[in-house]
């Protein structure tokens, strides 16, 4: 250093903060450039559904706490109710389409005594209906005798201008996925399909603790 000092006909003092100076500046056009390159990430792909390039920014932005349940040493024996209620809230649907699934195969196997499946989901918002598409379908599929009922509830965020909250649309062959926009009363949905029930009845919940507390005063 002291002989790039010499040369400029500089103190080393003096070369020492312009050195210092430099490295502060290059650092800070490492960030800039660093920030406008993932301002200008395009998370749209052809298949990507409107408004999921904002919620996967704000995904990477966000820290999240995982729970991790199980394994559980007892499983349930769907096939012995004969009307099965599933509710979910947020993610909780990933832990419920497997219960369905496996219902329809024992139902399509002539292994159960259910007679009425109906799902209840309620979203944090409407662009998270097509992370399940696939499985959805695939159920629908599965259930030829139609005992099978999904009923979501988009309490706010749509993804149509000309939706607006109560309205209410049918999906699917014969309706049987239906998008209420509107928050999901799990109490009258329970006490609905209680009184009109087909046999022994089971309920089923993935929910946020206060929709769990809901659930549980009702059964």
């Not at 050195?19 to 500046?25: E, K, R």
């Not at 629908?140 to 988009?154: F, K, V």
């Not at 939706?163 to 049918?170: M, Q």
């Amino acid at each position: 250093m002291n002989l790039i000092a010499n040369a400029c006909g500089i103190y080393c003092e003096r070369y020492a903060r312009l050195h210092t100076w430099l490295g502060i500046v290059v650092v800070i056009k490492v960030v800039l450039h660093t920030i406008l390159a993932v301002k200008q990430t395009d998370f749209d792909g052809p298949d990507t559904p409107p408004g999921f390039h904002w919620e996967a920014a704000r995904t990477f932005t966000q820290r999240h706490r995982a729970l991790i349940e199980g394994p559980y040493g007892r499983s349930l024996s769907l096939g012995e109710y004969g009307t099965v209620l599933l509710l979910a809230t947020g993610v909780g649907i990933a832990g419920q389409l497997p219960y369905v699934k496996e219902l329809l195969e024992l139902y399509k196997n002539c292994q159960a005594k259910t007679r009425r499946v109906v799902l209840f989901w309620e979203l944090d918002t409407e662009v998270h209906r097509h992370w399940v598409k696939d499985w959805m379908d695939e159920l629908l599929a599965l259930d030829r005798d139609y005992i099978l009922d999904m009923q979501l509830y988009i309490p706010g965020r749509f993804l149509s201008r000309r939706a607006s909250e109560n309205t209410v649309k049918k999906l699917g062959t014969h309706g049987r996925i239906t998008l209420n926009y509107a928050a999901m009363r799990a109490d009258q949905l329970i006490a609905s399909e209680i009184a009109e029930r087909k046999g022994r009845t089971l309920v089923l919940f993935r929910t946020r603790a206060i929709t769990t507390r809901t659930v549980i005063e009702v059964v």
